[in-house]
């Protein structure tokens, strides 16, 4: 069974950086995909990036040249380097994994708060 953990969330200020984890067992990750995703209070979830089993990345608008994706494939994790974070970065962030017979996947979420 494929399992996520995010880790790396917390507090930081307007400015700051902040650097995610997604780390993933149960599957064959180099052929899989991995989206980042995050969701504010009242919002919906909201795809953030892309890094695709070639290594090919891609992003949302809104967090373009100041998010970098990037996956470590002998540790079967995916990373997210945060920088220039604004308050409106705030949200869980959560990892998902698919690919070939991989069903789509979540983790559980990792708290980014980013103070004015």
């Known amino acids: 069974q494929v399992q996520l953990v995010e880790s790396g969330g917390g507090l930081v200020q307007a400015g700051g950086s902040l650097w995610l984890s997604c780390a993933a067992s149960?599957?064959?990750?180099?052929?899989?995909?991995i989206d980042w995703y995050r969701q504010a209070p009242g919002m919906q979830r909201e795809w953030v990036a892309r890094?695709?089993?070639?290594?090919?990345?891609d992003y949302a608008d809104s967090v373009k040249g100041r998010f970098t994706i990037s996956r470590d494939n002998a540790k079967e994790t995916v990373y997210l380097q945060m920088n220039s974070l604004t308050p409106e970065d705030t949200a869980v962030y959560y990892c998902?994994?698919?690919?070939?017979?991989?069903?789509?996947?979540w983790g559980q979420g990792t708290q980014v708060t980013v103070s004015s």
């Open positions: 998902n994994i698919f690919g070939p017979g991989t069903d789509p996947t």
């Open positions: 149960g599957s064959i990750f180099y052929l899989n995909h």
């Open positions: 890094i695709t089993s070639e290594s090919n990345t």
